[in-house]
């Protein structure tokens, strides 16, 4: 979603409010980026704060991090990428189901995936990470 340091991606959080407050034109990311916030507003205060130096890893503890794995999944289904994900959301996505709900069960399966990846310092392994929503999908 984003390139640069953790800094910069949170600095990208505070432009894309601070251009929606001055009524400026916003480019599609920013426009997804405007929609993740409206859905935290618990995390409007530091999204609006100057201190982007924030701690926290993991994504109960890191505004930043929970909603850019939002925004990470949203443009997963979007392209369903990797190949398989949006038929694993609809499956996890009944009628009348609570959508966020469901999209936080997914986040949390991509953050573990991400973390491991970056733990092993290899890329994702895709297939696995279909194969744990599948598991989603049974419990």
Not at 29 to 48: M, T
Not at 91 to 118: I, K, N, T, Y
Request: proline share 6%.
């Amino acid at each position: 979603m984003f390139a640069g340091s953790r800094e910069d991606s949170r600095r990208f959080f505070q432009t894309c409010w601070q251009k929606r407050q001055a009524g400026a034109a916003l480019e599609p990311l920013e426009r997804l980026v405007l929609q993740v916030i409206d859905a935290h507003p618990e995390y409007l205060d530091e999204v609006k704060s100057a201190d982007v130096r924030r701690p926290g890893h993991e994504p109960d503890h890191n505004p930043f991090l929970h909603m850019g794995l939002h925004i990470a999944l949203i443009e997963q289904l979007q392209a369903d990428r990797p190949n398989g994900v949006r038929l694993e959301y609809q499956r996890l996505s009944p009628s009348g189901c609570d959508l966020h709900e469901v999209e936080h069960r997914m986040m949390w399966v991509l953050f573990e995936v991400l973390h491991e990846a970056q733990t092993r310092g290899a890329m994702p392994d895709e297939q696995a990470y279909l194969a744990r929503l599948r598991q989603l999908a049974l419990e």
